[in-house]
């Protein structure tokens, strides 16, 4: 079974840093990861988009990511990296890590998410 698996979540105070990290595995059963991004969904709000990357390191940013964050991509370990700087309260929240389309030897996932990791920012 294929799992989005995530690390790098925590408590920071404001103006601190995190890097968050996601990998697709196990990776010996994946053949391709298309574009993977991280979402995130504060108490009492919708998911949404924090920064994407596709396959080719193409980059999407919300407005309230950019020039704070910065997304990558390990396409050869399918993994995706969130560094976040200049961290703000407003910035805690749960964070997904989320795959476009994984393919597999034996079946193709749309729309994968993994299981979620709390970033809290406060002093």
């Known amino acids: 079974q294929v799992q989005l698996v995530e690390s790098g979540g925590g408590l920071v105070q404001p103006g601190g840093s995190l890097r968050l990290s996601c990998s697709a595995s196990p990776s010996g059963i994946i053949f391709s990861v298309s574009s993977m991004g991280w979402y995130r969904q504060a108490p009492g709000k919708q998911r949404e988009l924090v920064a994407s990357?596709?396959?080719?390191?193409?980059?999407n940013y919300a407005d309230s990511a950019k020039g704070r964050f910065t997304i990558s991509r390990d396409n050869a370990n399918y993994t995706v990296h969130l560094q976040m700087s200049s961290l703000k309260p407003e910035d805690t929240a749960v964070y997904y890590c989320?795959?476009?389309?994984?393919?597999?030897?034996?079946?193709?996932?749309?729309?994968?998410w993994g299981q979620g990791t709390q970033v809290t920012v406060s002093s």
């Open positions: 989320n795959a476009g389309r994984i393919r597999t030897r034996v079946n193709t996932l749309n729309n994968y």
């Open positions: 990357i596709t396959s080719d390191l193409s980059t």
